[in-house]
């Protein structure tokens, strides 16, 4: 159970970070389920996950 939580954290963190990145380069691929897309909404949407996230992983090891 201890080692499924720590995957899913890991995959967790390696998905937001994807989309992280990918949303800088291109804001549509990542936010197309809003009308505006624009790199700060990507930073505070996918950076938000990403920190929460990877603190919890850090906190779970």
Known sequence: MYSA???FL???VLLSLGSL???LIR???VLWFFD???RLKVIRIYGTIFLFL????L???
């Open 59 to 61: 906190l779970v090891q």
């Open 21 to 23: 990145v990918m949303g």
């Open 36 to 38: 505006r897309f624009n």
């Open 27 to 29: 804001p549509v691929f």
């Open 5 to 7: 939580l720590i995957l």
């Open 54 to 57: 990877f603190v919890l992983l």
């Open 10 to 12: 890991k995959i967790g």
